[in-house]
């Protein structure tokens, strides 16, 4: 089953909030949120908006935590801690 995807960044949480509720108003019944780094928190609190704003029947479903690896411009290797979170209604 495919599933809708979210890629949280740096602009207002709003915004992620605003695409899971688009998303879930055309039929979708999970959505998929992916962070890194920094921009963690801005997925946790997206999560916390759609359960405590809008859907209070709103379940994680899963979360799974990792890390990436990138490759800076100087040649290191550096380690990112991802979070994925499947949001269901």
């Known amino acids: 089953m495919s599933r809708s995807q979210v ?3 740096r602009k207002n949480v709003m915004r992620y909030v605003t695409a899971c ?4 108003n ?3 019944k999970e959505i998929l949120l992916r962070a890194r ?8 609190k997206t999560i916390m908006l759609l ?3 809008f ?3 709103l379940k994680i ?8 690896e990138l490759r800076r411009d100087d040649g290191r290797v ?6 994925e979170a499947v949001i269901a209604l």
């Open 61 to 68: 479903k899963e979360i799974n935590l990792s890390s990436d």
């Open 51 to 53: 359960k405590n704003g």
């Open 78 to 83: 550096i380690y990112v801690g991802v979070l």
């Open 55 to 57: 859907y209070s029947n």
């Open 7 to 9: 890629i949280i960044g």
């Open 21 to 24: 509720i688009t998303l879930f």
């Open 26 to 28: 055309k039929g979708e």
């Open 37 to 44: 780094g920094r921009n963690i928190d801005n997925c946790i």
